[in-house]
């Protein structure tokens, strides 16, 4: 029992903290990869995928189990339904569980504390764009249409002021993925597709439907 112990203590670790799988309008997330997923309506969800050896000690109901536990005392800690596990599984070497969050702060802080080092951020935000226009332009930073990957141009910026914005500030690059299309980017953001960005090191701007 002490080994199994420890081997689910190990996974976590080595950072197996996870998020959500399901529709939730334009895109569905994707747990083949670890990613912070946002939407529309700022909802927060983080997945994190990782390989084990296969071992009879490894056992997904304890994994749960584990998880659910460590769920329960952030949430003593920091309100009732901060965090909450959704779901986990584990099969053929690849593991991968399910976190939803109810609030930014409460994502940063949980995956920083139990070390899920695919999803950790220094802060992050959704908002409008409207709302970080302003300080992303005192800034200079410069938008790039997820489109094309050319220089959004200030006039379609302003037209999209209503959009939603994230912002993300991290010390390695970390996936984020958006329920709606995405419109614009910071440069120092890297477009997978048209709903997934890998960030920089640093503060990222993240624009979607």
Known sequence: MKKRKAALAALIVAGMLTGCLGRTGDSVLN???SRIY????????????ETYEQQDYYNADELKAYLDETA????QANGEGAVKLESCSME?????????????????NFVSQYEDKDNQVDSFSVTTFSEVSGKAESEGVEFLKASDGKKAEK???TSKSGSHAVVIEAKSPVTIQTEGKLLFVSKNVVIKDQHTVQTSEGKNY????
Do not use: H
């Open 72 to 75: 329960l005392s952030y949430n």
């Open 155 to 157: 006039k379609a910026l």
């Open 92 to 108: 053929k070497g690849v593991a991968r569980m399910i976190f939803q969050y109810s609030s930014s702060k409460d994502l940063v």
């Open 38 to 49: 946002v939407t529309g309506t700022g909802g927060l969800q983080t997945a994190t995928v």
């Open 206 to 209: 993240i624009i979607f439907k």
């Open 31 to 33: 747990a083949e990869s």
